[in-house]
């Protein structure tokens, strides 16, 4: 019965391929995010949905596109894979409190993607 | 815009030493301030915050006051343990960016027995 939870844990994938991340929450959360954290912990938003709905995105390649079939739901699907995006991917949900919402974000345990 | 800058780690203490972690802010209008912790292999968990001026947040023995004369929200531990060994981010929302939470960079502590 985990909050917050994406998929894969660790994704090794070579340079050039496809890959996607899926996250779900079961908190009835409006807001979800991806965050990437680099190799020094640096931690920077990606994109942000509330009920579906684009909010931020941030200046991140067009390789990288958010998908969110319901508000439970923020998928993440990485095209033409870079060595760069080696990284800590992060979904993260939160409610709405008194109009505003961020109050409190749930965080998922991560994926660790590497790019060889 | 909104930034926040923490003080750079990491920082390595032995169990029960006095803990401070530096961070200031700056944002326009009146943020919101928070702390998050993250342990080794998980995600982010909120540690504590505060929303107004003078009001200080605490959990598990953390304290931080929001002080809105420094821009700081300096995070204390009197006694720390091998247990709080993570990685710790101070974070705002506030200014209009209704929607998205700014974080320092981290700081690392590890604490040796």
């Known amino acids: 019965d985990t909050a917050v939870s994406q998929t894969p844990k660790y994704l090794v994938t070579q340079m050039g391929n496809d890959k996607s991340i899926k996250c779900e929450q079961n908190?009835?959360?409006?807001?979800m995010y991806w965050y990437k954290q680099d190799s020094k912990k640096f931690l920077k938003i990606m994109f942000s949905y509330n009920n579906k709905e684009l909010i931020i995105n941030e200046t991140v390649p067009n390789r990288f596109s958010p998908k969110s079939p319901d508000k439970a739901h923020l998928n993440l699907h990485i095209n033409s894979l870079e060595l760069g995006d080696s990284a800590v991917y992060f979904c993260?949900?939160?409610?709405?409190?008194?109009?505003?919402?961020?109050?409190?974000?749930?965080f998922g345990s991560g994926t660790q993607l590497s790019v060889l | 815009g909104n930034s926040v800058t923490q003080m750079e780690g990491p920082v390595t203490l032995s169990e029960e030493a006095f803990l401070t972690i530096n961070c200031t802010y700056t944002a326009t209008g009146y943020p919101s301030l928070f702390w998050y912790v993250q342990y080794p292999g998980e995600g982010l968990q909120l540690l504590l915050k505060?929303?107004?001026?003078?009001d200080k947040g605490s959990n598990k023995g953390f304290e931080a006051t929001y002080r809105k004369e420094t821009t700081s929200f300096h995070l204390e531990k009197g006694s720390v343990q091998v247990s709080d060994s993570a990685v710790y981010f101070c974070?705002?929302?506030?200014?209009?960016?209704?929607?998205?939470?700014?974080f320092g960079k981290g700081t690392l502590l590890t604490v040796n027995p």
């Open positions: 908190l009835g959360h409006d807001t």
């Open positions: 505060a929303t107004k001026a003078d």
């Open positions: 993260a949900s939160s409610p709405q409190v008194g109009g505003r919402t961020n109050e409190k974000l749930f």
């Open positions: 974070a705002l929302i506030g200014g209009g960016s209704n929607y998205k939470l700014t």
